[in-house]
Every structure is written in C-alpha cells, then in structure tokens.
C-alpha cells in the first residue's frame, strides 16, 4: 500500500514523458492522459480509504529511513487533494482534447499537463522541505509552458512577468530552507516539527517562519497576488481551469502544512499577520471583482478572493474552521475549474470577452446559461450545494475565534462574489440575444459534457458531504495535532 503514494506521482510523471517521444500520435496523447489520469484518481481513492482506516501512510525512498532519506507522507488532507487534483485535471483534458486546437496539441499540450500533475501531486505528497522545492519546480516550469502556449503577444507579456515572480520566490524558497536546515540541521518536517517543540520557536525562527510565509504567499495569492489576474486570463480555457483549480492550491496547501506542523507555537506573531494578510486579500480580491467588465478578469478575480477566505482559517486556528477550509478548499477547486471552463464557453461563442458586448445568450445556449447560474449559487455558498457547508464550518470556527473584523470581512467576500458573477449572469444570459441564427456558434455536447460533470461533483459534493465527513474530520485532527504526524513518520 505504501508504495502507491510513489505512483502518485511516478505514473503521470512517466506517462508524460512516453508522450513526448511519440509527439505525432496526438489520438494517443488524448486519451492515455486522460485514462493515466482517472487511473491516479481510482489509486487515491484506494490509499485514502486505507488511511482513513488504518492510519497515515509513508514510504521512504531507497530505505533510508526519515529524517534521512526522502519520504512521501499521505494522510487524509493531502490525499484528498491528490484525488481532486486528478479528478479535476482528468476533466478538464476532456475539455481541452475538443477545444485546445491541433496546433497546441503538438506542441505537448498533455505532456505538460501530465508534467504538472505530477509537480502538484508530489508537492501534497513530500514529507521534507528541500523536495517540496523541487516538487514546485516540476509543477512550474510545466506551467511556464503551458502559459506561453499558443504564443499570443498579450500571452508572452503575462508570462514573462508570472515567471519573473515566481522565480523571485523560489529564491526565497531556497534562502530559506538554507536557514532553516543551518539552525536545526534537517529538513525533514516531522523532524523539523519535534525540533523546534523541544527547543521552542525562537525569534530567529519566527524571522524564518516569516520567510516561509512570504514563499508560500507568492506562491498562493495571499496579498502578494498582483502577478495572478492576468497570468489566469490569458492562457486557453482549458489551461486557465487547471490553473484556477490547482497553482494557488498548492501554496494553501504548504501554509496550512508549514504552520500547523511547523511554526504554529507563536501565533500571535505569525498566524495574526496570516489574518492580517487574509483580510487584505479579500478586500483587493473583492475590489478587482468589481471594478472589472472583463469576463475572465473578474473569474481571476474570484480566485483571489477564496484565497482570502481559506487561509482565514489558517488565522483563527481552531479544529471547527480548519475543517470548513478542508471542505471548502475541494469544493473550490472544482468549481473554480467549473467556473473557468463555462467562461472559456462563453467568450467561444460570444467572439467577446467584455460584459458590454454580450446579451441574450441564455435563448441560444440555455444549457449553458443554467450550469452558469448552479456555478454562481454553489460560490456563494446557497446550501445544499458543496460551497455551503465549507462556509458555514469556517464561519463557526471564526465566531468561536471572536475574530468579528475576519468574520464580517468573509462574509462580506460571499456577497461580491454573488454581485459579481451574477452581474456576468445577467449582463450575458438575459437581455436581447445578439446572435441570430446564421450568425450562431454551435456549441457541440462533447464541450459542455466536462462542464456537466463539475455541475454534477458541485451538486454531489453537497448531497454526499455526510459521506466525506470521516475524510475531512480526519484530515483536521491530523493538522490540528503534530504529533499525529509525527508519531506516523518518524514511527515512535
């Protein structure tokens, strides 16, 4: 069982690879990524069923045992979000095999995407610091060329400034991690974690932890997320709905793990500027959502401000919020994939991506216009679907908190997030079509069929959370309690 956290990532990795030596079989392209896909899926399934029985699961590589050789480490919070990760990518691949283009197909459109997969699947997966580095690299230097593919002038221009950022930050990344590894001479992070519990986070620490933070930060959005609107609204609809579902998930992730096993000791220096930095963002995010009229800017927008609004939980800190960020961390990476494949649809048909020159869409795509709609209800939360009971759980945990100003803020994020997208709603669905008959873009089913599929996990999620109930509660004991994953990797 242990050894298939390692196929995780290996099986995209190698498939990835395989694909690059057959670059003119583009059929074979198509259909092994998305088959290798629902294969990762069905294999996360199964170790997440296992750990949710039997307890967390490590391998370490070449059997060197942590804190001296590489491990991967799986318990239910980073499972769960491997799982996602390959449903939510299978889907979108479905997506892009009917609408990417031949041309960006031959230019490694799905070794790339596989090279990705893998990056974000290994970055949930390792239990050390340095591979968590290298882990990064693969899933951006992946993205790095899925941004810039097809070549557009305005692509080019967002790219250069999203790589100049994030190679800034994996400076820092590395910066570090060598003080970090000076101070306590390891980078393993369950070792890390009983290091700084016996020897008590110090100032230098604490400067350290802050260092981390600004990392991770870069890497998710939180404040520092100018880099973010335009890099997620360039790239195709297919590209733009891996990005928005996976790259700031990924940053979420290493914060919520960095502060919670590592430097959660002094909170009321780092987890009170994580609030701080969460307030911020949902104030920009919201600001950006609104002043907008472009489609996709105003999407890009939206993911900033979930951002905000998960790592509030990170903030106040307590078992009830952190398992609302949990549930509410898969629904958005869902529907945020959601969200961005329905514009992509949108702009496809409407030749536009401005809300002024679009009108009437709902009386010649109505099947587009109403999953448009359950995608505006299930962001702002209406129960019963997968948005609502993530909101609610953090809600809870924040009044408990008495962190009112963070509580207001949150709740004042959903009402943009209503505003905004239903002004989409309504700007483009209703009013005067301004299509006529001759002039109508067939929208084939085979492109509204991925769509239709995140609709149905969106309304699924939301019917069947008692049935995630045991995943997410396990996955919040496991953050809210080190030495859980402590005791698992380190096998006291």
């Not at 110090?202 to 959005?221: A, D």
Request: hydrophobic share 55%; aromatic share 12%; with cysteine.
């Amino acid at each position: 069982m242990n050894n298939l956290l390692v196929l995780l990532m290996v099986v995209p990795l190698l498939v990835g690879i395989f694909l690059v030596f057959i670059p003119n079989y583009i059929h074979i392209h198509r259909w092994s990524t998305f088959v290798s896909l629902l294969i990762n899926a069905g294999l996360s399934f199964w170790v997440l069923q296992h750990i949710v029985n039997n307890g967390i699961v490590t391998v370490d590589f070449g059997n060197w045992e942590a804190p001296f050789g590489i491990s991967f480490v799986g318990d239910s919070f980073s499972v769960l979000l491997v799982l996602t990760t390959n449903i939510v990518s299978a889907i979108c691949v479905l997506y892009a095999i009917k609408t990417i283009g031949l041309s960006r197909e031959k230019m490694y459109f799905y070794p790339f995407v596989l090279f990705l997969v893998a990056g974000v699947n290994g970055s949930f997966l390792t239990g050390d610091l340095f591979n968590l580095f290298v882990t990064f690299e693969v899933m951006l230097l992946a993205s790095y060329a899925l941004i810039t593919l097809g070549g557009t002038k305005k692509q080019l221009q967002e790219s250069f400034k999203y790589i100049a950022i994030n190679v800034v930050s994996s400076s820092l990344f590395l910066v570090a991690i060598a003080y970090l590894y000076g101070l306590l001479g390891t980078l393993n992070m369950a070792h890390l974690s009983e290091r700084i519990a016996t020897t008590g986070q110090t100032p230098l620490l604490t400067v350290v932890s802050l260092l981390f933070l600004i990392v991770f930060s870069l890497k998710s959005g939180l404040l520092l997320y100018q880099w973010l609107p335009g890099s997620y609204s360039t790239p195709s609809p297919a590209v733009a709905a891996i990005f928005g579902a996976l790259l700031t998930k990924v940053g979420i992730y290493a914060l919520f793990r960095t502060f919670t096993l590592l430097f959660y000791h002094e909170q009321q220096i780092t987890h009170l500027i994580i609030g701080i930095m969460a307030a911020i963002t949902l104030i920009g995010g919201s600001i950006g959502a609104i002043a907008y009229s472009n489609i996709r800017l105003i999407v890009s927008y939206n993911v900033i401000i979930s951002v905000g609004f998960i790592l509030v939980a990170l903030a106040v800190m307590n078992i009830t919020a952190i398992e609302g960020a949990v549930i509410y961390l898969i629904h958005d990476m869902v529907v945020k994939a959601l969200l961005f494949l329905l514009a992509g649809s949108m702009i496809y048909v409407a030749k536009s991506e401005r809300l002024g020159d679009i009108s009437g869409l709902i009386r010649n795509y109505p099947v587009l216009g109403w999953m448009f709609f359950i995608t505006v209800l299930s962001l702002t939360g209406i129960p019963p679907l997968s948005g609502f009971f993530g909101k609610v759980l953090l809600g809870i945990g924040v009044i408990e908190a008495k962190s009112y100003i963070l509580l207001a803020l949150s709740m004042l994020s959903g009402f943009v997030v209503l505003y905004s997208l239903l002004r989409i709603f309504m700007s483009c669905f209703w009013g005067e079509t301004i299509i006529s008959e001759e002039e109508e873009i067939p929208l084939k089913k085979s492109q509204l069929i991925p769509s239709a599929i995140l609709v149905l996990l969106t309304i699924g999620i939301g019917f069947g959370v008692e049935g995630l109930t045991p995943y997410i509660q396990d996955a919040a004991e496991t953050l809210m309690n080190p030495e859980i994953y402590i005791d698992a990797v380190l096998e006291k």
